[in-house]
């Protein structure tokens, strides 16, 4: 009877190692291929996130300066822009010559250099000049 009982232990551990050993050897099998999908996506986001690609291209961000330049003069006017300058040069003089005889008459009895009070004052009117011309761009 021993013998019997313990042949019926033998077959039912057994029986209970081998769906341990499917069930061991399913989780392994899983294990091995999220393993492999997660290489895989590491693999990828090394290669999006390289600085040859995407955000960090160089030669990406260099072609879209590029674009942007060339519409933004495609959609100017020179023609309106010219005569724009035109009229502001011509402006400019006749107001800067004006600032001068006042600037020479008032300045040649106190003086003093001459040629100063002409930079300073053909400076103010270039900074007039150069922001009515940066704003309309």
């Not at 232990?9 to 190692?17: E, G, S």
């Not at 690609?53 to 020179?78: A, H, M, P």
Request: charged share 30%; net charge positive.
């Amino acid at each position: 009877m021993k013998k019997n009982k313990n042949s019926k232990i033998n077959i039912i551990y057994h029986l209970i190692k081998i769906p341990i050993i499917v069930f061991i050897i399913f989780l392994s099998y899983n294990l091995l291929n999220n393993g492999k999908e997660i290489q895989k996506i590491n693999t990828y986001n090394a290669y999006q996130n390289d600085a040859s690609r995407g955000i960090f291209n160089v030669t990406e961000w260099k072609c879209r300066l590029v674009g942007i330049v060339e519409k933004k003069i495609k959609n100017t006017n020179f023609e309106k822009l010219s005569k724009l300058m035109t009229d502001e040069i011509v402006k400019y003089y006749h107001e800067s010559t004006e600032e001068i005889r006042k600037q020479e008459i008032l300045e040649y009895n106190k003086k003093k250099s001459f040629f100063r009070n002409i930079g300073n004052v053909f400076k103010k009117s270039y900074k007039k000049t150069k922001t009515k011309v940066l704003d309309y761009l």
